[in-house]
């Protein structure tokens, strides 16, 4: 039941970093964990990586562990995905949703924002 907005894709070269964001229009947005979602090209969406509503204890998926951190700000109702030694494989357009509960690598809701376009090319 929230309204959330990812910016700051772009394109990278392979080995390069990028950080994205995610916005949320609300002050109830410091009471939601937060998901990093992505889909590729002809694949399905898949789970990135998991915060928790106070930013501890984030977990990744396997593809990602060790390269990318999130974290977050609920002062300025943002959470972020800073992605280090990118890698062609990380192309998708990312997004994030509301997490139920801490560890689920699923979304709690259908209901997607336009997402952010991460392009991983020499």
């Known amino acids: 039941q929230m309204t959330l907005i990812e910016s700051g894709g772009g394109l990278v070269q392979p080995g390069g970093s990028l950080t994205i964001s995610c916005t949320a229009a609300t002050h109830t947005f410091s009471h939601y964990h937060i998901g990093w979602f992505r889909q590729a090209p002809g694949k399905e969406r898949e789970f990135v990586a998991g915060v928790q509503w106070n930013g501890a204890f984030p977990y990744y998926a396997d593809t990602v562990e060790g390269r990318f951190i999130a974290s977050r700000d609920n002062n300025k109702r943002r959470v972020y995905l800073q992605m280090n030694d990118l890698k062609p494989e990380d192309t998708a357009v990312y997004y994030c949703?509301?997490?139920?509960?801490?560890?689920?690598?699923?979304?709690?809701?259908?209901?997607w924002g336009p997402g952010t376009q991460v392009t991983v090319s020499s």
């Open positions: 949703n509301i997490i139920t509960n801490w560890g689920e690598k699923v979304p709690a809701s259908n209901s």
